[in-house]
């Protein structure tokens, strides 16, 4: 057997392409789904700052709905991946059915929620009664999307698992494509299409009314709608898929199957929404220490979320080619290829604190102009720069086991590390310091506390492939002819 580090050289080099390949369409569809969000905001924000207002906050309901279904759709990525590697493509078709059977349950009672729970919600937030009518118009717009969006997500994650991740890229772009223009009819009307086209406007295309943040969400949801049913007459098509034969015979709801896939499923959509509501919860901490200080939170923590998406991207690549080695039934294979993902992400992170340090002052002023806020954010920035590392390595080491569908220990971690060490330790530091050895930190506790976070967390996931990659490993060691 060839010594550790020089299986790990030969796996460098004949796996570190196909997983760059892999990733970058998935960092592209991931910017493309971000971005619509961007065009809503700005779109909205052209409108009148009620609309702008409705959809921040109306987004802040949907969203958390949207990104629980998407890790819990995730968990098929691994179950096609483990079968693909393994030969064994005749598995895949029933698989999927299921998981767009769950992501139909998910998403109608999504659409539920979004329907009823609003009105008491935005009671419970103080939202300002303008606002909130006009937020309920948009959500209950999004809500019809919902199942939609849904039966993307399982179609996205069968593509993903079956090695396949450009589509959802060149699909995302469809559905921002589809958004823009929507917005422009749906928010701004017929007054707004006057402006653009002049005389030249149809009479009846003149009268349509301006629906404002409630035409945002019909232009959402219409997107969704379209990206599912691309994604669906994509997946008939394609000769990518032919030996899966997808649509052949629909597969009744079995619920073993169900059952195994939201054992994968769910903990990684729990994982998802403790990270977004511990971003959330900073946000509502950090709102009470003044504009200047909120205002270089946002542009900060934008500007690096922007760069989090590529080793996001690749630890999403990853369960894939993990999954693949572990299917094929070669355990130390699979140990290497997660090994050389991982240094992968270390230099990710490399690069982008590079960009961090050679770009800040040139970025951080295309948001403002206001030389408090731009001091604040580049001190922030500069904190961001020591976290790109855990975050890169704990984002890769998540994607591994998930690729051994290892799930529900990340979520344990993840609730540690998010929310006690992050949060907590945040919260301590910026509201209250460490008594007279450490006054209030304000802001800047809060992103030491993120800081603390991220290294827990990868730290103790370090820990969890560490001994789980090794346990499968003698296990096929052992169980070989």
Not at 46 to 52: E, F, H, I, N
Not at 104 to 120: D, F
Not at 237 to 260: F, H, I, T
Request: glycine share 10%; charged share 10%.
């Amino acid at each position: 057997m060839r010594p550790f580090p020089t299986g790990l050289g030969a796996t460098s080099r004949r796996e570190s392409w196909p997983l760059i390949r892999l990733a970058l369409p998935i960092c592209g569809a991931q910017l493309a789904q971000a971005g619509m969000s961007v065009v809503d905001i700005m779109m909205t924000g052209r409108q009148s700052a009620t609309d702008l207002a409705a959809v921040s906050v109306g987004a802040s309901l949907w969203m958390p709905l949207m990104l629980f279904m998407t890790g819990t759709l995730m968990g098929l990525t691994p179950i096609v991946a483990q079968l693909m590697g393994g030969g064994r493509q005749g598995g895949i078709r029933a698989n999927v059915h299921q998981a767009m059977w769950v992501g139909l349950g998910l998403g109608l009672v999504s659409a539920l929620l979004l329907n009823l729970a609003v009105a008491p919600v935005f009671h419970w937030m103080a939202v300002p009664p303008a606002v909130a009518e006009r937020a309920a118009d948009y959500v209950g717009a999004v809500a019809y999307g919902m199942p939609a969006v849904a039966i993307f997500l399982a179609l996205r994650a069968f593509s993903d698992g079956m090695n396949h991740t450009r589509p959802a890229l060149w699909i995302s772009l469809i559905g921002l494509a589809v958004n823009i223009p929507s917005n422009y009819v749906l928010i701004y009307g017929g007054e707004g299409l006057v402006q653009l086209l002049g005389p030249a406007t149809p009479d009846w295309l003149a009268t349509l009314p301006a629906l404002g943040a409630h035409g945002c969400g019909i232009a959402t949801a219409i997107a969704m709608w379209v990206m599912t049913l691309a994604m669906v007459r994509y997946t008939q098509k394609s000769r990518a898929y032919g030996s899966v034969e997808l649509w052949r015979q629909p597969s009744r709801p079995d619920l073993k199957s169900m059952a195994e896939l939201l054992y994968v499923g769910v903990p990684i959509g729990v994982a998802i929404f403790v990270e977004v509501t511990l971003f959330t919860l900073i946000a509502l901490f950090v709102a009470s220490l003044g504009e200047i200080v909120v205002a270089a939170h946002q542009v900060a923590l934008n500007f690096t979320s922007l760069l989090f998406m590529l080793p996001l991207s690749l630890g999403m690549a990853l369960t894939v080619r993990v999954g693949n080695a572990l299917g094929s039934g070669d355990a130390r294979l699979a140990r290497l290829v997660a090994w050389n993902g991982i240094l992968i992400a270390l230099l990710v992170a490399l690069f982008n604190s590079a960009v961090l340090w050679l770009s800040a002052d040139l970025v951080v002023g295309l948001y403002t102009h206001n030389t408090q806020v731009q001091a604040l954010t580049l001190s922030l920035v500069g904190l961001a720069m020591l976290y790109q590392v855990s975050d890169s390595l704990q984002v890769a080491l998540a994607g591994a086991l998930r690729g051994y569908k290892d799930t529900r220990v990340i979520m344990f971690i993840t609730l540690l590390a998010y929310w006690l060490v992050g949060l907590g330790g945040g919260h301590l530091l910026g509201r209250y310091g460490l008594g007279t050895w450490l006054p209030p930190l304000g802001v800047h506790g809060y992103w030491i506390g993120l800081i603390a976070g991220l290294t827990v967390a990868a730290l103790l996931l370090g820990e969890r492939f560490r001994v789980k990659a090794r346990q499968v490993a003698r296990a096929n060691i052992d169980i070989a002819p």
